[in-house]
T-cell receptor, first 115, second 115 residues
Framework: AQKVTQAQTEISVVEKEDVTLDCVYE???????LFWYKQPPSGELVFLIR??????QNEISGRYSWNFQKSTSSFNFTITASQVVDSAVYFC????????????FGTGTSLTVIP | DAGVIQSPRHEVTEMGQEVTLRCKPI?????LFWYRQTMMRGLELLIY????????DSGMPEDRFSAKMPNASFSTLKIQPSEPRDSAVYFC?????????????FGPGTRLTVL
């Protein structure tokens, strides 16, 4: 079973629109960690955020914000006023304390911001 | 601080040849991970090391793949003999503590093409 589901394969928005990337996870652990990574066209994987399971506070960093809801097992990522430079593939990942040896990556959401 | 360094960035080889990919983790990081990324399978963990010792190599696809970490600042992933289906981007990542609790920082990747 897929531990991390990113149902949106591709999203296109016009510049300055807001966009939300969905991430749903599955785990039986009470202690776990959630991550978002950005993979721009250049190919590198850039860390964006880490959230542990005991901290449900939403986080905002500039135009980026994250909504963590344990009740729905979701960790969604919103980009406000999108820009062309936001065009990338975004990956959500899960790490569990009991099997902390690896990340479970989602399949990624490809975001295209149209100027 | 320098990030994770990988070399070469691109490798083109012919089927049957030996390929060696190299990685220098971030100084002070205790964990090192090797991943493979393909369109079909997404990001796959191949193997990871803790303090230079291989901990989990269950993701290594076949005996043709081998990985070593002779010291804290260097690791290699070798494919011998290479096959066209090995064509992928290979990422190295490192993290400073238990992999479930800390972020993995990725290198720029090596794009391998086996003809």
């Amino acid at each position: 079973a897929q531990k991390v589901t990113q149902a949106q394969t591709e999203i296109s928005v016009v510049e300055k629109e807001d966009v939300t990337l969905d991430c749903v996870y599955e785990t039986r652990d009470t202690t776990y960690y959630l991550f978002w990574y950005k993979q721009p066209p250049s190919g590198e994987l850039v860390f964006l955020i880490r959230r542990n399971s005991f901290d449900e506070q939403n986080e905002i960093s500039g135009r980026y914000s994250w909504n963590f809801q344990k009740s729905t097992s979701s960790f969604n990522f919103t980009i406000t006023a999108s820009q062309v430079v936001d065009s990338a593939v975004y990956f959500c990942a899960l790490s569990e304390a009991t099997t902390g040896n690896q990340f479970y990556f989602g399949t990624g959401t490809s975001l295209t911001v149209i100027p | 601080d320098a990030g994770v360094i990988q070399s070469p960035r691109h490798e083109v080889t012919e089927m049957g040849q030996e390929v060696t990919l190299r990685c220098k983790p971030i100084s002070g990081h205790d964990y090192l991970f090797w991943y493979r990324q393909t369109m079909m399978r997404g990001l796959e963990l191949l193997i990871y090391f803790n303090n230079n010792v291989p901990i989990d190599d269950s993701g290594m696809p076949e005996d043709r793949f081998s990985a070593k970490m002779p010291n804290a600042s260097f690791s290699t992933l070798k494919i011998q003999p290479s096959e066209p289906r090995d064509s992928a981007v290979y990422f190295c990542a490192s993290s400073p503590r238990g992999p479930g609790r800390d972020t993995q920082y990725f290198g720029p990747g090596t794009r391998l093409t086996v003809l």
